[in-house]
């Protein structure tokens, strides 16, 4: 059974960080695609950011470009969101995603698992 567990949210002030993880267990994590998608109330869910199997490969979406940052350990089984600069837009549910065999996408039906998700919330 695959489970991917996010950690790491919470308050914070508008200018501050947070460090997302997700450990995920049964399935291939070392070859498997993961990526960060966040949901804010009454809006839809939205690509955050993406890796490749290895780590050497990422993307992001253009509004979190150079305030975000995605990375892995393999040896853990872990992806990681480290956030920076926050501001109040980002406050949202972030997930993290896993797409097994394939390459990181930003589309979110191409992944195949989601855990349940960490609540960020930034205040002004």
């Known amino acids: 059974q695959v489970q991917l567990v996010e950690s790491g949210g919470g308050l914070v002030q508008a200018g501050g960080s947070l460090r997302l993880s997700c450990s995920a267990s049964g399935l291939t994590f070392s070859s498997s695609a993961m990526g960060w998608f966040r949901q804010a109330p009454g809006k839809e869910r939205e690509f955050v950011a993406a890796?490749?199997?290895?780590?050497?490969?990422?993307y992001y979406a253009d509004s979190v470009k150079g305030r975000f940052t995605i990375s892995r350990d393999n040896a853990k089984n872990s992806v990681y969101l480290q956030m920076n600069s926050l501001k109040p837009e980002d406050t949202a549910a972030y997930y993290c995603a896993a797409r097994t065999g394939g390459r990181s996408t930003p589309r979110a039906n191409e992944y195949d698992y989601w855990g349940q998700g960490t609540q960020v919330t930034v205040s002004s």
């Open positions: 890796v490749n199997w290895s780590g050497g490969i990422t």
